[in-house]
C-alpha cells in the first residue's frame, strides 16, 4: 500500500469535508492526498495541480475522469465520496481502501489457488464487467491496480480509463504495463473492452503462478510471447483455466465479453447481458467469509486441521451526522473481525491492518477465549441477546442513514421492528447496519442476524441464504412528472430515459419501448433532479424505491404502474435456519392482518398517487 508523507509547504489543509493528513501519491494530473471527514471517513483526495486549474483542457479532464468514476456501479471498485470540479481547486474524494496490491501479496506470501483464487477472479471480473458496462475501458488493469481489501478485491486507478467513443473502440496509444499489454496494443491497433480482458487474464495468472502468461524478462522477449506465442499458465486447471485460455485469444474478437466471463465462473447459464442481480452475486461471491485456521502449533502431530472457526463481528453504533446531512457509512460490517485474511491454500494468512482500531486478533494457545455464538435468529431471541439487522444506507424512505431514533429511517426499519416486537424483541435490543452488497457474508460471519435491504429472492441466493417472508412484493417500474401525459411505457419512445450508474432496468424498459433515448446518470438522486428539471422524461427502477426518491424531492411525479418484474423483497436468515424463517413468515402474517404494513407504506411513501399491491405474498416455504 502506499506510504502517506507528510504535506509539503504550500499543500492545502483541507479540501471540502476532507482535512488533509497526508500525501498519498503524485501524477501528471494531480497530487492525492489521504483526507478525513468530520466525521471520521478516510478518502484519497486528488487535488489538480495548480499549474493545469487555470487550463479549461485540464479540467475538461478530470471531470472526465469524474464522469467515468461515477458511471462504474460500485462492484468491487472504489466510490467516488465528494467532489468540486469548478471551483479554484478542483479535487475528486475517492473510497479509500487500506489494503495491499495483489502484486505485493503475492510477491511477499506466494500465489493464490483453491477459492482464494476463485474469489479473486469472480470479483475482478465482476469490477471490470460494471467498468465496461458503463462505456469504460481502463487500459492499464495489472496486479498493481488490484487492491485485496477485506471485503474483498477492488480493481482501482482510472486515471487512464477513457470512455468508449460512438464506435466502441479507442484510439490505441503506448498505455499499460507491457507483460499485462494485449497484442493490439502493441501493433498500435483499436483499443476495446477485449484489450482489458487479455489484461484481466494476465493478471489472474500472475496470481495463480507468480508470473505473467508471456514471462518478465526482457520487454522484447515478453513483446514477443504476447504476440507470438502460446501462454504459460502454469498449474491453472478446470473452469478457470478454460476462461483463462479464451481470454488471451491473439485476436480481440475471440476473447469472451466481461459478461459471459462473469456467467462462467458463477456457473450461470448464458445470457446476453448480465444483470445487476448478477454483479451483486459475482461481489458477494468474491467477499471473504472471515475466518482463522487452527494453527498448526495447537494440533496434536499428524491430526489434519480442524474446521474454522468464526470470528465474532462486532460493528460499530450507527451514528446519525452532527449536521443533520446524510453521509455514507464507513461501518462496514467487517471492522472488528478482518486482523487476517485466508488467502492462500494450507492456512497461510495474508495479514491486512487492523481496521476496528486496537490490537489485532490473535490466535494459538495465548489468544483469548471466545464465548459461544447463538447460531440462529431465534437462539439469540430466546437468550435475549441484542438483535442486528442489516439494511441499506441510501434508499430515502425505505432506509436511510441518519434519521429517527435508530440511526436509520424509513419503511425497512420499521418493518424490521415490527417483526420483531411480534416474535418478542423490544425497540432496546435492536441495533441496525449497513451492509450494501456483502449480505450472504454479514449473515455467514454473524455481523448480522437478519437481513432487510430490498433482497429480491431468487434461486441463486436460496443456496446462500434461508429466505423468510417476503415482506413486500416490488415491480421495476417508470416514474415520469405528475403533469406529465405519459399514461405508458409506450408513450416515451424517442423520450429520454434516465439510467443511474449500475442500473439494468433500462433494458427491460426497452423491450416495450424501443426508441427510448438513455441518459447517463451517477445515481437516482441525480435522475431525480433531472426528472424535476425537465433534463429526462423517465426513470425506471423499482417502484418502492422509486417513490422514496419521489417523496425526497418534495412530490410532483408519478408512477406509471408497467409492472416490468416482481421483486419479492425477502428477509434473509442464516442457511437452513428454517425455525427462524417459519418464526419471521408468522410475523409477516401478523402485519399484514392488522393492516400495519398499510400504516407503514402510508407513513413513508404516501402522497405519491402509488398503490402497491399489499395483499400478503405468498410466503416461502423455509424448505
Known amino acids: 500500500m502506499p506510504d502517506i508523507v507528510p504535506l509539503h509547504p504550500g499543500d492545502p489543509s483541507r479540501l471540502g469535508d476532507y482535512e488533509l493528513a497526508g500525501r498519498l501519491g503524485q501524477g501528471g494530473q ?8 468530520d466525521t471520521g471517513e478516510l478518502a484519497a483526495v486528488k487535488l489538480m495541480h495548480v499549474r493545469l486549474a487555470g487550463d479549461e483542457a485540464s479540467r475538461a479532464r478530470f471531470r472526465r475522469e469524474l464522469a467515468a468514476a461515477k458511471r462504474v456501479a460500485p462492484f468491487c471498485t472504489a466510490r467516488v465520496l465528494d467532489f468540486d470540479i469548478e471551483g479554484d481547486a478542483p479535487y475528486i474524494a475517492s473510497e479509500y481502501i487500506d489494503a495491499s496490491s495483489l502484486r505485493e501479496v503475492v510477491e511477499t506470501s506466494g500465489p493464490l489457488s483453491g477459492t482464494p483464487l476463485d474469489r479473486l477472479a469472480i470479483g ?17 488493469f495489472k496486479p498493481d491496480n488490484v487492491l485485496l481489501a477485506p471485503d474483498g478485491p477492488r480493481v482501482v486507478d482510472f486515471g487512464i480509463a477513457r470512455m468508449l467513443d460512438g464506435t466502441g473502440t479507442l484510439t490505441s496509444q503506448a498505455i499499460g504495463t507491457p507483460a499485462y499489454m494485449a497484442p ?6 483499436p483499443v476495446s473492452t477485449a484489450t482489458d480482458v487479455f489484461a484481466w487474464a494476465s493478471t489472474i495468472v500472475f496470481a495463480a503462478t507468480g508470473a505473467p502468461p ?79 485456521p487452527v494453527p498448526a502449533a495447537t494440533r496434536p502431530s499428524g491430526e489434519p486441521p480442524a474446521p474454522a472457526a468464526p470470528v465474532p463481528a462486532t460493528p460499530a453504533p450507527a451514528k446519525t451526522p452532527p449536521d443533520g446531512r446524510r453521509r455514507r457509512s464507513r461501518a462496514r460490517w467487517y471492522a472488528a473481525a478482518a486482523a487476517a485474511l485466508v488467502l492462500a491454500g494450507g492456512g497461510g494468512l495474508w495479514a491486512s491492518q487492523n481496521i476496528g482500531g486496537g490490537p489485532p486478533a490473535t490466535s494459538g494457545p495465548t489468544a483469548k477465549p471466545q464465548p459461544p ?6 437462539e439469540k431471541i430466546a437468550g435475549g441477546d441484542t438483535i442486528t439487522v442489516g439494511v441499506r444506507e441510501d434508499l430515502p424512505g425505505l432506509s436511510l442513514l441518519g434519521g429517527g431514533p435508530m440511526g436509520y429511517a424509513g419503511l425497512e426499519v420499521d418493518v424490521a421492528l415490527e417483526l420483531l416486537k411480534r416474535m418478542g424483541v423490544p425497540a432496546d435490543r435492536v441495533r441496525f447496519e449497513s451492509v450494501g452488497i456483502a449480505r450472504e457474508s454479514a449473515l455467514e460471519s454473524g455481523a448480522v442476524d437478519l437481513v432487510l435491504a430490498t433482497y429480491s429472492i431468487n434461486q441463486a441466493r436460496r443456496n446462500k441464504v434461508t429466505f423468510a417472508g417476503p415482506y413486500l412484493v416490488a415491480h421495476q417500474d417508470v416514474m415520469v412528472r405528475a403533469d406529465d401525459r ?49 433534463r429526462v422524461d423517465a426513470i425506471v427502477n423499482d417502484d418502492m424505491i422509486l417513490a422514496g426518491f419521489g417523496v425526497q424531492a418534495g412530490g410532483g411525479f408519478r408512477i406509471l404502474g408497467e409492472r416490468l418484474s416482481d421483486e419479492r ?8 435456519d428454517k425455525r427462524s424463517c417459519l418464526l419471521v413468515n408468522k410475523a409477516v402474517q401478523g402485519i399484514y392482518r392488522e393492516g400495519t404494513m398499510r400504516v407503514l407504506f402510508k407513513r413513508h411513501l404516501g402522497g405519491m398517487g402509488f398503490t402497491p399491491g399489499l395483499g400478503l405474498p405468498k410466503p416461502e416455504s423455509c424448505g
Open 124 to 140: 475482478t471480473a465482476t469490477a471490470l464487467t460494471a467498468i465496461h458496462h458503463a462505456g469504460i475501458v481502463h487500459r492499464d
Open 373 to 378: 455464538r447463538a447460531e440462529t435468529l431465534a
Open 184 to 189: 493490439e496494443q502493441i501493433s498500435n491497433l
Open 30 to 37: 494531480g497530487i492525492v492526498y489521504l483526507g478525513k471527514s
Open 214 to 292: 508471456f514471462g518478465a524478462n526482457s520487454i522484447a522477449a515478453v513483446l514477443n510471447g504476447i504476440l507470438n506465442l502460446e501462454p504459460d499458465l502454469g498449474a491453472l486447471s478446470g473452469p478457470l483455466r478454460e476462461v483463462i485460455a479464451d481470454c488471451l485469444s491473439k485476436r480481440p474478437e475471440d476473447r469472451p465479453k466481461t459478461d459471459e466471463i462473469l456467467l462462467r465462473l458463477l456457473h450461470r447459464p448464458p445470457a446476453p447481458a448480465v444483470s445487476e442481480e448478477v454483479l451483486s452475486e459475482g461481489a458477494e461471491a468474491a467477499t471473504p467469509t472471515l475466518m482463522k
Open 486 to 534: 405519459v399514461k405508458r411505457l409506450a408513450d416515451l419512445n424517442g423520450k429520454r430515459l434516465c439510467a443511474p450508474a449500475g442500473s439494468l432496468g433500462v433494458a427491460r424498459a426497452r423491450q416495450r419501448s424501443p426508441k427510448l433515448v438513455p441518459v447517463d446518470a451517477a445515481n437516482l438522486s441525480d435522475c431525480t433532479r433531472m426528472l424535476r428539471d425537465g
Open 569 to 576: 423483497y425477502g428477509v434473509g436468515l442464516r442457511l437452513g
